[in-house]
């Protein structure tokens, strides 16, 4: 591992160790405007399910890189759109992480042994499908050896960090959602939209010290 690398993963562990950025980050990619009616889809429902995703980093051509997923087309609320590794928890799992880890596994083939955990973000609740996420941050030393499953998973994407870090692939356009018409923010990467939840938790990572550093703001 390289210094700069070994550095920004000592320092993003502390980041994540510490108080996080939280909401206000997350609502930086949240449509816009928001009004007093928002309130009740934050707030999770009492029958809310528990759910992890997996933020992994990885090595690659002297980059840092985060795989992403886009759904397949399908009957559910999160058809054709891009997201993390993850999903509902099961009562076999330890706990929230174990669920984003075997998650990963079971869609793209990470192999759990090789992962480093780093840190948590800010849970984020999503209405739409009433699932309350944690997000778990790793660190993997080698590009992961992906195998996909078909059901789950139609396209990886691999992220070079710098990407999400750079504003040109920062867009807002104005789409109709629960009925009325909002500004979307969503990061516009390898010709896809990363938007909604993903990009709300992306957007907290990205908010934290460790990688202003790497952006150089």
């Not at 889809?41 to 759910?51: E, K, L, M």
């Not at 397949?72 to 891009?82: A, K």
């Not at 059901?151 to 870090?165: A, S, T």
Request: aromatic share 8%; hydrophobic share 40%.
């Amino acid at each position: 591992m390289n210094e700069s690398i070994e550095s920004l993963l000592s320092q993003l562990q502390f980041d994540l160790s510490n108080p996080l950025p939280g909401r206000a980050a997350q609502y930086r990619m949240a449509p816009s405007p928001r009004t007093t009616d928002d309130l009740y889809y934050d707030t999770p429902r009492p029958d809310a399910r528990q759910g992890g995703v997996l933020i992994l980093l990885y090595p690659h051509q002297d980059r840092l890189y985060i795989p992403l997923i886009l759904r397949p087309t399908y009957e559910g609320v999160h058809s054709g759109q891009i997201g993390l590794p993850g999903g509902g928890y099961e009562i076999s799992d330890s706990d929230l992480t174990a669920t984003a880890l075997r998650e990963a596994h079971e869609e793209i083939g990470i192999q759990v042994e090789s992962v480093t955990l780093l840190g948590q973000l800010s849970p984020l609740y999503v209405f739409a499908s009433n699932y309350l996420v944690q997000p778990i941050v790793a660190w993997t030393s080698q590009r992961p050896e992906f195998r996909l499953d078909p059901h789950e998973v139609e396209l990886l994407l691999e992220v070079p960090l710098l990407d999400l870090l750079d504003t040109n692939n920062y867009q807002r356009e104005t789409w109709e959602l629960r009925g009325r018409m909002v500004q979307v923010p969503f990061f516009c990467i390898q010709t896809q939209k990363i938007w909604g939840a993903t990009a709300m938790i992306l957007s907290e990572l990205l908010a934290l010290p460790a990688l202003h550093h790497v952006s150089g703001r």
